[in-house]
Structures are given as C-alpha cells and as structure tokens.
C-alpha cells in the first residue's frame, strides 16, 4: 500500500506550503513535493501604474523582504530613465543603495541563522517544538539571543535611516535615492549612541556568531554533512572580476563540478539563458537554465550558491571565512545543505564589514542623488536578495504605464532544490516507517528551512509561511497528516 | 513619563450594538493598576501596529497607530509612544522593555467586527519557518532577555480584503474609526499618577 505524508498551515494568512510524500506498497517513498498552495498574480496587478510608484509598489509583495524588492525595481527603472544598467548612478547614490541593500542582508540573515537555524542547532531537530525556537535559545544562550535581538535591531536602523522609513521606504527612486545619510545619521550608525549598536560591534558579533556555528561543525560533523546532501548547480550575480556582490554583478553559474555553465553574462540579457516551467501540482514556477533544460539546468541561489559560484570576498575578514570555507569543499562546489548556514554567516560578516566602510566614506554624505538620461521602453533589475537571485523585470509604454512585468523571486530559483531537499530527507527518514514522529516531520522542515525560504514572496501572498506535511498510500489515500499551525506554548 | 490628557477622559462612542459595549471586545477598560501605564516607572505607554498596508486591510493596524500618534500630538498628551512595523520580530522586544504598558494593533481575519481587545500574557508562539512573532512571544522575549513584563494587549481590528490594493476596505475603514475611537478613550481613562 503506497502512503503519503503532508504538512500543512493554519492561519490567517494564507501562503503557505504543503509537502507530500507518497511511499508504494513496500514502504518506500516514490516521491515528494513541496506543493505551494496560494497565488495572487502580482505582476498583473503593477499593470498600468506609473514606472516611478514601482520601488513603493512592489513593496507589497512582501513584508518580509521589502527592501530586496524595492532596490531591484529601483535598478529596473534606473534602466528605464536612460541612468545605465547598474553603474551610472552617482557615488552617493550607488553607496546610499548598497548600505540599505548591506543593512538588509545583515538583519535578514540574522533573524534566520538566531530564531531559525540556531535551534535546530542548538537543540537538535528532533527536540521537542517548545524549546527548538527563539525562546528556546534565550533561555538556554542569553548572550547568543541578546545580541540577535540587537543585530537585528541595528540593520533595522540602517534601513531607516537610508529609504526613508522602516514600512514601504521611498529611499530609492529611478535613477538614484531621494535622500543621502546626515552627519549625525552617520555618526550615530558608525559609532553608536554610546551602547552597543555601533558598527565595529556588529563586526564582533559577526564574528562570533561565524565561531560558534564552526564550534558546532566541528562537534556535529557526521550531520552536517551527510543531511540532505546532493549535487546540484549554483547561480548568483558576481562582480566583473569575481568578486561577490550582493547588489550588482554579471550572471555565473557553475555545475556540481565547479565548471562554468553560465560564463558572465549581462543581466539584461537573462531572457536569452532563463526559462521557467510550470508544473500542474504548484503555482510556484521551475526555472532553468534554457541551453541546459529543465532536467539539468536547474541550480541553488542563495548564501550556498555564492559562496560557490564566487572567486573571492571583497573586504578582509570574510575573506578568511571564505577561504575556510572553500577549503571544505576539497576544490569543489559545496553540496552540503546545512553548511548555507555558515556561507550565511559569512555574508553576515561581508555586509557587517560593508556597513563599516560605507559609514566611513564621505560619499554617503553627498548631495549629488539622481542622473537621468535617455528613456527606455524597457528595464531590469537584478539583485542577490538574502535567499538569493532575485529578478525584476519591466516594459513601459509612453504614457509612462507599465505594460508587462515579470518577477523571478529568489525563493522560486530554489524551488527545485528545495523539491530535492525534501525528497532526499523523506527516503532517509520516511522509508518503511508506520508512523510520522515529530523528529521526522522536523528534519523535513529543517531541510526546507536551510533555504530560508520567503513562500510569502514566492507565490505574491502575503505575510507567513506556515506548513502542512501528509502521507499518502498508494491508492491515494491519506495515511497520516501533520500540520505546523501557530500554536501557543508556556513558556 | 506621565501619560496624561489634557482635556480629561472624552466621553464614550459606542452604541447598544458595539462588541464593547456588550463585553464582547474584551475589556471595556484599561485594567491597569494605578501608575503602572504612566508611571511611576518613567516609562511610556507604547501603541505598537503591525501588518502590510499595501495589503489593504492587513494595514489596518498600521493606519489606527497613525491616527493615534496624530491625536496624541495635536492634543498634547505625553507618555504614548507610537511604532509601527510589517510585522513583529525579536527586536521589538527592546521597545516592549523599554515601556510601561503595550497595546499591539493588528488585522484580523476572523472574530467580531469591529475589533477586540484582549489582555496579552508572555508566551511561546511555535510556528513553521516563519519569520515574524507573534506579540505573546515579543513579550516573552522581553520579559526572558530584560525581565521586563509590562501589561499588554492586542487590538484586533475586522478586516475583510487581503489583496496588493489600498486603500482599506469601506468597513475595515468604519472598524478602524471605531477602534480608534475605543482606544482614545481608553488611553484617557488611565488614572493620573
């Protein structure tokens, strides 16, 4: 009898994702599917809308990467207003941008490597849900928690201080930003009010937050390596020399064996190397690269994916981590799913360090904001958003309406890997089984959760991502279900 | 920091229908021991409203804090300190610690229009990857990091539409101008120090 298992949400948000398993006679699994349950046709909606609302409006994609989205339909219009495709912004502007794109990673990151991975770690992913979470962290590492709880807030700052205000910012306009950092703007961000929330502090705290996930590697080897581990290919933006750029770069892909699949390519020309499938059973698209097809030009975005495709960092510390890092992979592209926490710290460290010498470049104090040149009919905007790849793209009538546009959200890039990731746990852990324990339906999760996936961008909704897990036989029928609804737990 | 009024307590808004009114909302006061809101602490009362207000209704907790705050500025009243976010998250639990009594706002799908208001208690919130708190685990972060417990509650105001649009739906705009109205009086019935 085959079965199948799902996971499944509960709440007032619809987005959310749905995994199911399905096991034949003999208890093996045949398949899994990381099913995405809501859409909500968000590039009809920016249809008709002036080119210029377009960095507020798709802010509403998402209330949890709104940053990413602005800036990479900034860059998009930038395209649009004749002011270059990246590099013809002026120095306070481009500066202005990186620093809010920097104060975003660092915040995002934070939040997943402290209230997402960090439990699993801590903890283990067959611990019981009432400690594998923030609180659980706190009560057990009061020092990790509190200084989280301040990483975060920092690049909360820095966010508001560069677009504007902290909930549908306006920093970035077509063609540059409306506003530059004030000199007690930038003292403050660059040495603190006194207290802890200072630029060198949150290099420390990188750094420690880098030590205490390789403490832990060292301890957890066996685990780290073997979870969820397969080949795959990897794409990110790098800069023209190989550096990474989290902001703006040329398109690079490498295979599982390091070889270059995708050699430098401009970003505006992405539509002649993407292609995007749709499968009947998501409303979440595949992309591939076209040359290679859907079967094997499918690859990881993200932290992973970077650390892979990229040939070095540009600032000194994260430089060292790097290296580190690829030293692991013995020459090779690393395929080991829970190390995109450590390459997630690193780029932690990178913008930590980006932050400090962007603080300390007079440029950011500038007045020099906007440059314009000849109009275009037609934009895009790429970006390395937290979880990866994130694509805008645009075309603008005369009467200045957008007429089409097109998003491939990092999350949407990592479909097919986050697809395999489940599959690869489910055979591990599922196969032969009569029940779903809690540590099985967590390791699902903890795969997923290495992503850090945003469904709530992914498929337009809004808000949440909760999850839903369910067993089915081989006639169809549901055997078991498990769904991870918000609940409440004492404390 | 004292929360006072000048004008003293307004007088009260709602009809025989009101959810309030008929104990439905939840508490038809402040329930705060004298001092505690305004206090003798020296701390603030914060008015904390989350959601996308790109997302129509899903914004109106967004849109009451922001009537409030301009409330509390035109009439002079000191002691509110008023924030507003996408969603609540760890660092927030600095600003809970940091007040003498907290009223999240929030959307809500489900439940009697046009808004509750419930008393909040620190808890864990267990959910699947998600990257928000929810406001029982803000306060149970506050209260484990800073040992801070302020009283709080959370406003829920009815919504009805989820989509990319604004503004707020017709009733989710009637729902807010009653929450607002319960809230204000409810601000100004907070006993003096």
């Given at each position: 009898m085959t079965r199948k298992i799902i996971i499944d949400p509960v709440t007032r948000v619809e987005g959310h994702g749905k995994v199911t398993i399905q096991l034949d006679d003999d208890g093996q699994v045949v398949q899994s599917r990381l099913h995405i349950v809501e859409f909500r046709g968000f590039e009809r909606f920016v249809q008709g809308r002036p080119y210029w609302e377009a960095p507020v409006l798709v802010?509403?994609?998402?209330?949890?990467?709104p940053v990413s989205h602005h800036l990479a339909a900034a860059k998009a219009m930038d395209v649009v207003v004749g002011a270059g495709t990246g590099t013809g912004l002026t120095p306070t502007a481009e500066k202005i941008r990186r620093l809010m794109h920097y104060g975003q990673v660092f915040q995002s990151h934070t939040l997943h490597f402290f209230h997402l991975a960090s439990p699993d770690l801590l903890f283990g992913y067959d611990a019981p849900p009432e400690t594998r979470n923030v609180m659980g962290v706190a009560l057990a590492n009061r020092e990790l928690a509190t200084q989280a709880v301040l990483m975060r807030k920092y690049g909360q700052e820095i966010i508001a201080a560069t677009?504007?205000?902290?909930?549908?910012?306006?920093?970035?306009?077509?063609?540059?930003?409306n506003k530059s950092l004030s000199r007690e703007e930038r003292d403050r961000l660059l040495k603190g009010d006194g207290g802890p929330l200072n630029a060198d502090q949150m290099v420390t705290w990188a750094q420690g937050a880098l030590a205490f996930f390789k403490d832990y590697y060292r301890q957890h080897r066996d685990f780290i390596d073997g979870f969820s581990r397969f080949p795959s290919s990897h794409l990110s933006l790098v800069r023209p020399d190989g550096a990474l750029d989290l902001y703006h770069g040329v398109l690079r892909a490498v295979d599982a064996e390091g070889r270059r699949i995708l050699d430098d390519v401009d970003s505006q020309d992405y539509l002649q190397h993407f292609r995007e499938e749709v499968k009947s059973w998501s409303y979440m698209k595949f992309p591939y690269l076209k040359k290679l097809g859907p079967e094997n030009g499918w690859y990881r975005v993200g932290p992973l994916a970077r650390m892979n495709v990229a040939d070095f960092i540009p600032t000194p510390l994260a430089q060292e981590e790097f290296e580190a890092f690829r030293a692991v992979g013995g020459g090779k592209p690393n395929d080991r799913c829970m190390l995109t926490h450590w390459a997630r710290l690193i780029e932690v460290l990178h913008a930590a360090e980006c932050m400090r010498d962007l603080l300390q470049d007079p440029d950011i104090l500038g007045s020099d904001l906007v440059v314009t040149g000849s109009r275009q009919s037609e934009g895009i905007g790429l970006l390395e958003a937290p979880r990866g790849t994130l694509f805008h793209h645009y075309r603008v009538g005369e009467d200045d309406l957008i007429q089409m546009a097109n998003l491939i959200v990092s999350t949407t890039n990592n479909n097919e890997p986050m697809n395999r990731a489940v599959h690869h746990v489910a055979r591990a852990m599922l196969t032969g089984v009569k029940e779903i324990t809690e540590g099985m339906l967590n390791a699902v999760e903890v795969a997923i959760r290495a992503y850090d996936p945003c469904l709530s961008c992914a498929t337009h909704a809004y808000g949440q991502m909760p999850l839903e897990v369910t067993l089915v036989d081989a006639r169809g029928a549901v055997v078991a279900r498990r769904r991870k609804s918000s609940v409440l737990a004492s404390t | 920091m004292d929360l006072i009024h000048p004008r003293g307590k307004p007088a009260g808004v709602y009809g025989p229908d009101s959810p309030v009114a008929q104990g439905?909302?939840?508490?038809?006061?402040?329930?705060?021991?004298?001092?505690?809101a305004r206090g003798g602490l020296g701390r603030p009362l914060l008015i904390y409203g989350y959601g996308n207000p790109g997302r129509q209704d899903d914004g109106v907790g967004i849109v009451l804090v922001e009537q409030i705050e301009a409330w509390v500025k035109a009439e002079g009243m000191t002691g509110v300190v008023c924030d507003a976010n996408y969603q609540l998250n760890a660092e927030d639990a600095l600003a809970v610690a940091a007040a003498a009594a907290v009223v999240f706002v929030d959307a809500t799908a489900r439940g009697p229009a046009p808004f509750t208001f419930k008393r909040l208690t620190p808890q864990q919130v267990i959910s699947f990857s998600t990257h928000a708190m929810a406001p029982e685990s803000v306060l149970a972060l506050a209260d484990e990091l800073y040992g801070a417990r302020p009283p709080a509650w959370l406003m829920g105001i009815r919504g009805q539409e989820w989509e990319p649009n604004a503004p707020l739906t017709a009733s989710a705009q009637a729902n807010v101008a009653a929450a607002g109205a319960w809230l204000r009086d409810w601000m100004c019935s907070i006993p003096p120090a």
């Open positions: 802010q509403r994609l998402c209330g949890i990467c677009a504007g205000k902290k909930i549908h910012g306006t920093g970035a306009i077509p063609g540059g930003v | 439905r909302g939840g508490l038809s006061g402040p329930d705060l021991p004298t001092g505690q």
